[in-house]
């Protein structure tokens, strides 16, 4: 028995040159943001056992941190502080002269050409390892965390970078740090939201590498893991507040979230691929279970077709050479 097929979808797939050619997602260095860790007070770079072939970079020396990933094609950098310095408020990341400050200016100064992006929250600051200052009924206090954030914003945007990125997940966030930077001078500076960000057991290797011992949870300020319409209304409310990219963290766990938030917006969306992707992927290559160019290749083309314009990830510099060769 024989079928009259008319279309036959194999015909575009027969040589490289066609399936380039009719190839509907790319990925390219520029959209690529590579998060860093720098830590004050040690002269060695750490590796961070959570997440093989990451490390924590001694602040006096992340120079050369930075000059490597530019050179391998890099062009952007979210970067995290490993504080010595922890306190109930996160007071350290308010002043012009704590790590967050000092890290951000010395990533910029090296690479004036590089995007520096401050990721703005405060568990890596606080003692007690939640995102923002405890109010009396021992739960995060919104509004008194707006205005740390709104400050450590600031602080940020003055010792130069290029974006502030707020992840703490307090409501009205968005609109605190706009109405400030602009009341500052900064009206220039964008404002990538973690605007879905999910209360995810996969953070957990991410929270040993930046040192925050997080006693309790993050339920009462990020995201249901099961709520795709509450996601679709914490990215309308940070558009509202002024947005410039709006994000989606998790990734490859949410893909569903990027296809609907292409739907809903025309602003940038930014896709993090997180500490325990990362650690899930990179145990089952050392195990030679997966290929590991191709199976982060796949991973970052997911992300673009499922909507993603950025990618936030820490195989980023791997990306980046893998694409130039
Ligand atoms: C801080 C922050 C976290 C991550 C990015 N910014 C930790 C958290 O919310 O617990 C996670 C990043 C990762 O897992 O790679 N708010
Ligand atoms: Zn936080």
Not at 92 to 112: E, I, Q
């Amino acid at each position: 028995m024989s079928v009259d097929l008319l279309y036959r979808p194999r015909r575009l797939r027969l040589t490289p040159a066609l399936r380039a050619m009719v190839r509907e997602t790319l990925v390219q260095p520029s959209q690529l943001v590579y998060p860093m860790f720098i830590e004050e007070g040690i002269s060695e770079q750490q590796p961070i056992s959570s997440m093989p072939g990451i490390f924590r970079y001694p602040e006096k020396s992340m120079d050369k941190a930075v000059k490597e990933a530019r050179d391998a094609g890099i062009s952007s950098l979210l970067l995290f502080g490993v504080s010595h310095h922890k306190d109930e408020t996160g007071s350290d990341s308010l002043k012009p002269d704590g790590l967050l400050a000092r890290m951000v200016k010395r990533a910029k100064d090296t690479a004036p050409d590089m995007t520096i992006i401050s990721d703005n929250c405060f568990c890596e600051y606080t003692s007690h390892g939640h995102c923002g200052v405890i109010g009396t009924d021992g739960h995060v206090h919104n509004d008194h965390t707006l205005e740390n954030l709104a400050l450590q914003a600031y602080i940020c945007a003055q010792a130069g970078a290029d974006m502030v990125a707020p992840s703490a997940m307090m409501d009205g966030q968005i609109a605190a740090i706009r109405q400030r930077l602009d009341a500052e001078g900064y009206t220039h500076t964008p404002i990538m939201a973690y605007a879905s960000k999910f209360a995810s057991g996969l953070y957990g290797p991410f929270r040993a590498a930046a040192g925050c011992d997080l006693k309790g949870d993050r339920f009462t300020y990020q995201m249901d893991p099961a709520n795709a319409r509450e996601a679709q209304t914490e990215a309308a409310l940070d558009e509202a507040e002024g947005a410039d990219i709006l994000m989606v963290k998790p990734g490859m766990f949410y893909l569903d979230i990027l296809a609907r938030l292409r739907e809903q917006t025309n602003l940038p969306l930014a896709a993090y691929q997180v500490s325990g992707e990362y650690s899930m992927m990179s145990y089952a290559f050392q195990k030679g279970v997966l290929d590991e160019k191709r199976v982060v290749m796949e991973s970052m083309t997911a992300l673009r077709r499922a909507g993603a314009d950025i990618i936030l990830t820490y195989f980023a510099p791997r990306v980046a050479r893998w694409l130039k060769e």
